[in-house]
């Protein structure tokens, strides 16, 4: 009995999506390719693994039985990969570093990129935070995380937090131009009747949660229309231009105190929610690699000495 690695990558994406034009995508190969190595891999293991079909393809009995063998075979090759990476980063003294969709993560990344960061005792790769940025990490795709967390969100065993601030409630923000929210007397709910601009998971993962069950639980209403965005300047930029009703965790106008006349803003449900946004730098629980955590103080000693966390 003979097959490929790649045939059980395929085949364990092909059980998950149940789509060849799917599974063909992802791998950068054509449906008959993908029909010819599962072909094959029944062949080669004696089972029928997938029922066909003119949508797609379903595990079969023996396929359901197969998956989890294949799945053990596929993690271990994924655990190799990422290990090969992180001993291949160590040998180098490079830190691979994700940072997220915020203005201080922006910067940072800017920052870093130009060489303006001092104390740096590796190479500091930057790359864009991903949504399931916790995974991630564990998986060594990267060694740090930059980023804005809601509540409990974010956090497990694996992770190691090291908090750079924490700040009370959620602020809501409108182009006075196209909005006519009276500040003094602020109603929530009145938003959910417009755009509302929010952050998704690169930006504070658990907001945009946090926001559609309490519009639900709170009022029994969901937002007329929303729209998520990747990073703050681009959710701001949009609200410049009458987009939409910006919402976005703690103290957002803090972040942005240059735009702070093309806005009129509110915090609100800060007795409700204190200390609800962290912002802070992640790693691994058991990350003893001397270069990635003197790379986090650096970047954290930066972000404090350069004003970024700074509060108004």
């Not at 800060?270 to 003197?294: H, M, N």
Request: glycine content about 8%; proline content about 4%; some cysteine.
């Amino acid at each position: 009995m003979e097959f490929e690695l790649r045939s059980l990558l395929v085949f364990r994406h092909l059980a998950g999506s149940g789509s060849f034009s799917d599974t063909a995508k992802h791998w950068g190969i054509s449906q008959p390719a993908v029909s010819l190595t599962i072909s094959k891999l029944e062949t080669a293991v004696g089972l029928v693994l997938f029922e066909r079909s003119p949508t797609g393809a379903r595990l079969t009995t023996d396929g359901h039985a197969f998956l989890p063998r294949a799945d053990d075979v596929c993690q271990s090759y994924a655990g190799l990969i990422d290990g090969l990476r992180t001993w291949n980063r160590r040998q180098s003294s490079e830190v691979l570093l994700a940072c997220d969709g915020s203005s201080i993560g922006r910067q940072l990344m800017a920052d870093l990129e130009a060489g303006s960061v001092p104390n740096l005792a590796a190479t500091v790769t930057v790359r864009d935070l991903v949504e399931n940025w916790g995974a991630a990490l564990e998986e060594s795709r990267f060694d740090l995380a930059i980023s804005g967390r809601f509540l409990r969100a974010g956090l497990d065993s694996n992770t190691q937090e090291a908090v750079l601030l924490r700040e009370r409630g959620i602020t809501v923000a409108w182009n006075p131009m196209f909005h006519s929210f009276d500040t003094q007397r602020f109603s929530f709910p009145e938003i959910l009747k417009s755009t509302v601009l929010l952050p998704n998971a690169k930006v504070a993962v658990g907001f945009d949660d946090f926001f559609r069950r309490w519009c639900d639980e709170a009022y029994g209403v969901q937002p007329a229309h929303v729209m998520s965005f990747d990073t703050e300047v681009a959710a701001a930029s949009a609200c410049k231009a009458g987009l939409g009703v910006m919402v976005a965790p703690g103290d957002l106008m803090a972040r942005f105190p240059g735009e702070k006349v093309h806005f009129e803003s509110v915090r609100t449900f800060e007795f409700l929610l204190p200390q609800a946004f962290t912002y802070g730098i992640y790693c691994r629980a058991e990350e003893a690699s001397k270069e990635v955590l003197s790379t986090a103080a650096a970047i954290s000693s930066y972000l404090v000495k350069k004003g970024l966390l700074a509060r108004s």
